[in-house]
């Protein structure tokens, strides 16, 4: 039963690494973009119920036989609009709020999975308890599926890197809305580096974090 665990749970462990940063401390190491954002604008305040990360990882090949995937929820958040277009933004997910999707209709393996995901094996919930990330610019896409690239800062178990997201914003009727595109990240970038026992088969480093969020304008 512990081995069939640690086949099931290493994959998605790697994804949900991906959104961890820590609440209380200050970031171990920075590369961060310089925020040319401002809160110049109309607040708006995270819309929690309705705004999530989805997760993916990969286990040997990038398919979907070989994948978890599942969901982080945030916390908090706030976004500014200027002029009727997104400004700046913050998102801070709840680490705790973790879970994978794909073994919803095995609660026992579930349990066991998101417990040891929030261990300190791994993710080190209790000290690290939220991931964020920032928009330090926001510049409107010309091209492709997605009408605004978005800069950021992304932080993960103290560790801070840049990350662009193209995304399709929406400004209306005192609401936005941010959707990103699906995104591969390194997880080794931000050091989480374990590697499964060789008969469980290797991870893939890239895991793939998309972002949904709506916020709701200040009264």
Known sequence: MRKKLFSIA?????????MVSCKKDKPLTSESNEVTTTKEGSQFTLDTLNSKVEWKGYKVFKSENTSHFGTIRFESGDVTVKDGKLESGKFVADMSSLTSVDLKDSPEDLGKLNGHLKSGDFFEVEKFPTASYEITKVTPATE??????????????????????KANVSVKNGEVSVATEPKDIKREEFGVKFQAPAENGVIKDEVTLQISVKALEKK
């Open 144 to 165: 492709g599926d997605y009408n605004t690239l978005l800069d950021g800062n992304l932080t993960i178990k103290g560790i801070t890197k840049p990350v662009q997201f």
């Open 10 to 18: 290493i994959p998605a462990l790697f994804v949900a690494a991906v």
